[in-house]
């Protein structure tokens, strides 16, 4: 028997859970479906030489990201993190991924200069003092005109601010109200609905 539901009722914790189980190759990936089509445009859009990506967890995004890139037929992925966590091997065959393992603090950044066109994605731990001191570090390197993206600021929405010390819109708002060369952009944010994204507020472009 097939049984029609009459109702569409869901919840936002509905699609974090959801999101949770989200795979890219079969590889986890977890990132809203939302933020993955605005990914591929702004990827499309900027072409950059070079995304650096703090925070690889299995890698499903990783390879995601690296998968775009091989479409514009350009660029590399820096995917950092930290020496015990495991990546999926698949990540590691890709050959426009660069894995770093001494987290955030230990990335080098005085090859970037080599690099036109870079995009930062922001997603570690997403406690305020890291996502705070990660765009400290890499803003300087984000090319005008390209992004800065800030992921998981939804855990305000989910309740969970606290537990982040304040979390990723925490350090947005800290981080904006001091900088003069980035903007949020509603075009991004809002793309779907006034920030319809789990990246809530955190699609920063560089103007200057």
């Known amino acids: 028997m097939i049984s029609f539901s009459k109702q569409k009722n869901f919840t936002l914790k509905d699609i974090d859970a959801g999101h949770h189980k989200v795979t890219y190759k079969g590889v986890p990936a977890i990132k809203c479906p939302f933020d993955y089509v605005l990914y591929q445009m702004i990827i499309t859009e900027i072409k ?65 200069k080599n690099f036109k066109k870079i995009v930062v994605i922001e997603d570690g731990s997403h406690m305020y003092e890291d996502v705070l001191a990660t765009m400290e570090k890499f803003a300087p390197f984000v090319t005008p005109g390209s992004y800065m993206i800030v ?58």
């Open 48 to 112: 950059p030489d070079l995304i650096i990506e703090i925070g690889t967890n299995k890698g499903g995004s990783s390879l995601y990201l690296a998968d775009l890139l091989e479409l514009n037929n350009n660029g590399e992925l820096h995917t950092i993190d930290l020496p015990d966590n495991k990546e999926n091997e698949l990540l590691l065959s890709h050959h426009r991924v660069k894995l770093f393992k001494e987290g955030f603090g230990g990335y080098d950044t005085s090859n970037l």
């Open 151 to 208: 992921e998981d600021g939804i855990v305000t929405e989910l309740g969970l601010e606290k537990q982040f010390h304040g979390g990723p819109q925490k350090a947005i708002r800290d981080f904006i109200s001091k900088s003069k060369v980035f903007d949020i952009d509603r075009k991004w944010c809002d793309f779907f609905g006034t920030n319809a994204t789990f990246n809530v507020n955190g699609y920063l472009k560089k103007i200057s």
